[in-house]
């Protein structure tokens, strides 16, 4: 099994820069790729960002030369740097942790959430 933890939300004036943390115990050897997703009420869960373990990145392209993904493997520890903060970004963040195909166990595994709150 895996366990994601999120740290690193808060509330931020438009334009400000905000760190995500996602700490991975338990089993981390499986993990594939790691990701960032977000939230709001009413809306589908949104792909963020998205690191592979041979390094490739994805993003959405509302945060594409704002944002950015990156893992430290050695700490089990995938990253999102958010800079120039609009108030369109405010949402509940969720770590995502995808892992190969193994019986009796999920593919996905999700973070408890944070919340990141931009300010106009």
């Known amino acids: 099994q895996v366990q994601l933890a999120e740290s690193g939300g808060g509330l931020v004036q438009a334009g400000g820069s905000l760190r995500l943390s996602c700490a991975a115990s338990?089993?981390?050897?499986?993990?594939?790729?790691m990701g960032w997703y977000r939230q709001t009420p009413g809306k589908q869960r949104e792909l963020v960002a998205i690191i592979s373990s041979p390094g490739y990145t994805n993003y959405a392209d509302s945060v594409k030369g704002r944002f950015t993904i990156s893992r430290d493997n050695a700490k089990n520890t995938a990253y999102l740097q958010m800079n120039s903060l609009k108030p369109e970004d405010t949402a509940v963040y969720y770590c995502n942790a995808h892992i190969g195909l193994r019986p009796g166990y999920p593919r996905d595994y999700w973070g408890q959430g944070t919340q990141v709150a931009v300010s106009s």
């Open positions: 338990g089993s981390t050897f499986i993990i594939n790729a």
